[in-house]
Antibody, heavy 124, light 108 residues
Framework: QVQLVESGGGVVQPGGSLRLSCAAS????????MHWVRQAPGKGLEWVAF????????YYADSVKGRFTISRDNSKNTLYLQMNSLRAEDTAVYYC?????????????????WGQGTMVTVSS | DIQLTQSPSFLSASVGDRVTITCRAS??????LAWYQQKPGKAPKLLIY???TLQSGVPSRFSGSGSGTEFTLTISSLQPEDFATYYC??????????FGGGTKVEIK
């Protein structure tokens, strides 16, 4: 079945680094853009980053620009998020999500498949 | 940045009730709006996109409407499995999207 499975979360000190992975299965990974979204404990959802299906374009939230890098390996059906210079405010569950683009005249978008999330805690 | 304001932030309702959640955008976003349901400890689930298009597999008691700056999610007859938090999401500035603050639906 269509599935996304995140891994790589953990506890890291402020200023440290972590790399998250998102393994995709059940769909043609190389045909879809992918997102990272995070959710701080007890808070709402915050979009973090997007990468086009071929890795040609990447976009970031202002809160992570210059510190986080999104990438993908289509030969391994895997999405990544390299997180550097981590701060306490980066503490959250990180979800990867698959892009849904529907075009019938205009094009509409959504995030139709989500992983189960991986927890990142930044603390000394 | 486009801001989304959901109301109410919390509502208490009974099984069988009709429930309406509102999402207002700080500027016009046409129909570039989606709704998600999230249960505790779980990932969000897509319910509706393009403001009113029901995602495959989602029960027909869920419906969405609106365009421009005001949108609604309606659950026609609340079921026990519908108690959750609901988020709207604007995709007018795709891929830089934003989410509303959420509406928690609890059992009365």
């Amino acid at each position: 079945q269509v599935q996304l499975v995140e891994s790589g979360g953990g506890v890291v000190q402020p200023g440290g680094s972590l790399r998250l992975s998102c393994a995709a299965s059940g769909f043609t990974f190389s045909s879809y853009g992918m997102h990272w979204v995070r959710q701080a404990p007890g808070k709402g959802l915050e979009w973090v980053a997007f990468i086009r299906y071929d890795g040609s374009n990447k976009y970031y939230a202002d809160s992570v620009k210059g510190r986080f890098t999104i990438s993908r390996d289509n030969s391994k059906n895997t999405l990544y998020l390299q997180m550097n210079s981590l701060r306490a405010e980066d503490t959250a569950v990180y979800y990867c999500a698959k892009d849904l683009t529907y075009c019938g005249g205009d094009c509409y978008f959504a995030f139709d498949i989500w992983g189960q999330g991986t927890m990142v805690t930044v603390s000394s | 940045d486009i801001q989304l304001t959901q109301s109410p932030s919390f509502l208490s309702a009974s099984v069988g009730d009709r429930v309406t959640i509102t999402c207002r955008a700080s500027q016009g976003i046409s129909s570039y709006l989606a709704w998600y349901q999230q249960k505790p400890g779980k990932a969000p689930k897509l319910l509706i996109y393009a403001a009113s298009t029901l995602q495959s597999g989602v029960p027909s008691r869920f419906s969405g409407s609106g365009s421009g700056t005001e949108f609604t999610l309606t659950i026609s007859s609340l079921q026990p499995e519908d108690f959750a938090t609901y988020y709207c999401q604007q995709l007018n500035s795709y891929p830089r999207v934003t989410f509303g603050g959420g509406t928690k639906v609890e059992i009365k």
